[in-house]
């Protein structure tokens, strides 16, 4: 394996280290208001951001973890992690804005 590492590989972990400080405070912050109100959407709108947040980290660790260390490319099997998690998260979302 080489030691150069591709620029695309370096934006993958820039990006998904935001996506995760960002995630996290996203459902950090709906859940302090869930705690505050014990509103089921808000309870609702946390687990949808949790989801999206694990999914986004999960897809990045498959793609590039695993990748490395199996020696295979995983980027479909990423790519397929986080579009289930992220459809499962917008319901869940879509669902809190229901909610009565």
């Given amino acids: 394996m080489s030691p150069h590492i591709p620029s695309s590989q370096v934006g993958i972990v820039v990006t998904k280290t935001l996506t995760l400080i960002l995630g996290s405070l996203i459902t950090y912050y709906s859940y302090r208001a869930y705690a505050r109100t014990k509103a089921p959407e808000l309870r609702a709108l946390t687990w949808g951001f949790g989801i999206m947040t694990f999914g986004a980290i999960l897809a990045g660790l498959i ?20 579009s289930v998690l992220t459809t499962i998260a917008f319901a ?8 009565e």
């Fill in 63 to 82: 793609d590039i973890g695993v990748s490395a260390y199996l020696g295979h490319n995983l980027l479909p099997v990423s790519v397929f992690a986080q």
């Fill in 92 to 99: 869940i979302i879509l669902y809190s804005l229901y909610v």
